[in-house]
T-cell receptor, first 117, second 109 residues
Framework: GAVVSQHPSRVICKSGTSVKIECRSLDFQATTMFWYRQFPKQSLMLMATSNEGSKATYEQGVEKDKFLINHASLTLSTLTVTSAHPEDSSFYICSARGDLSYNSPLHFGNGTRLTVT | GIQVEQSPPDLILQEGANSTLRCNFSDSVNNLQWFHQNPWGQLINLFY???GTKQNGRLSATTVATERYSLLYISSSQTTDSGVYFCAGRGGGSEKLVFGKGTKLTVNP
């Protein structure tokens, strides 16, 4: 149980275009999802916390107009990288909590490797 | 939020050796997880261990919450154990899971 599916796994796009990444909880409802970013050989950095039915909370330094997050249902959150530039190339990973308990593990998707040319 | 420090940053072992990875955190945690990131970037959830000890095959983990650290033990290491090991904690009144910088493990045949 507690499977998080992320799609696509890889995407290559041209500068100036937008890319949407989907994160789905397959067998549970996730009121809260988290989006992380990982540069090569570095750790995972939290970008934003996504709550179903409300606006996402962004970490300091993350541009909310560039990284649009929508959490329209209890099983789906999307991250849209708008007007992508080469510096947005990175590995993006989503995660979700499997139950409403605050003290429960996070389950992670397999990540999306974005390359902007 | 809390800060998470991992040590050592790099570790090279011969196949069959044992190892201990450490994770220190700056505040009390109510969630601590250990992950193994494979070469394709997938995060494999190893343990959810806010306190106590757990074992899964050749891997085990211990968290001493009162002293704010956790240890991951790998016994009889195999080349397939290579990769980056992350610990991540949540606490200090925040719901955010904060990652350490990871330990890169290389197991040579």
């Amino acid at each position: 149980g507690a499977v998080v599916s992320q799609h696509p796994s890889r995407v290559i796009c041209k500068s100036g275009t937008s890319v949407k990444i989907e994160c789905r909880s397959l067998d549970f409802q996730a009121t809260t999802m988290f989006w992380y970013r990982q540069f090569p050989k570095q750790s995972l950095m939290l970008m934003a916390t996504s709550n179903e039915g409300s606006k996402a909370t962004y970490e300091q330094g993350v541009e909310k107009d560039k990284f649009l997050i929508n959490h329209a249902s209890l099983t789906l959150s999307t991250l849209t990288v708008t007007s992508a530039h080469p510096e947005d190339s990175s590995f993006y990973i989503c995660s979700a909590r499997g139950d409403l308990s605050y003290n429960s593990p996070l389950h992670f998707g397999n990540g999306t490797r974005l390359t902007v040319t | 939020g809390i800060q998470v420090e991992q040590s050592p940053p790099d570790l090279i072992l011969q196949e069959g050796a044992n190892s201990t990875l450490r994770c220190n955190f700056s505040d009390s945690v109510n969630n601590l997880q250990w992950f193994h990131q494979n070469p394709w970037g997938q995060l494999i959830n190893l343990f959810y261990i806010p306190s106590g000890t757990k074992q899964n095959g050749r891997l085990s983990a211990t968290t001493v919450a009162t002293e704010r650290y956790s240890l991951l033990y790998i016994s009889s290491s195999q080349t397939t154990d290579s990769g980056v090991y992350f610990c991540a904690g949540r606490g200090g009144g925040s719901e955010k899971l904060v990652f350490g910088k990871g330990t890169k493990l290389t197991v040579n045949p």
